[in-house]
């Protein structure tokens, strides 16, 4: 059996409704070898985020399960 993924070009409104998610991912993606992880880079990523959410040209691909 297998799932079907979906990849969306999403607006600043979808990726602030899958914030957490998000952030949740990045955490664990790049906090394990061989990624360099700082003990505030979760905070540092998540204000980078935020920054960009404010921006107009800002947009994102999201895959979805």
Same mark, same amino acid.
């Given at each position: 059996?297998? $799932?079907?993924?979906? @990849?969306?070009?999403?607006? @600043?409104? @979808?990726? &602030?409704? +899958? =914030?957490?998610?998000?952030? $949740?991912?990045?955490?664990? @993606? =790049?906090? $394990? %070898?061989?990624?360099?992880? &700082?003990?505030?880079?979760?905070?540092? +990523? &998540?204000?980078?985020?935020? &920054?960009?959410?404010?921006? %107009?040209? =800002?947009?994102? $691909?999201?895959?979805?399960?």
């Amino acid at each position: 059996m297998s $799932a079907e993924i979906r @990849v969306e070009l999403v607006d @600043v409104e @979808v990726v &602030r409704r +899958h =914030f957490e998610e998000i952030c $949740a991912l990045y955490d664990e @993606v =790049f906090s $394990a %070898p061989p990624f360099y992880w &700082r003990s505030d880079e979760s905070d540092l +990523h &998540r204000g980078r985020l935020t &920054r960009l959410l404010d921006d %107009p040209s =800002f947009g994102a $691909a999201l895959a979805f399960q």
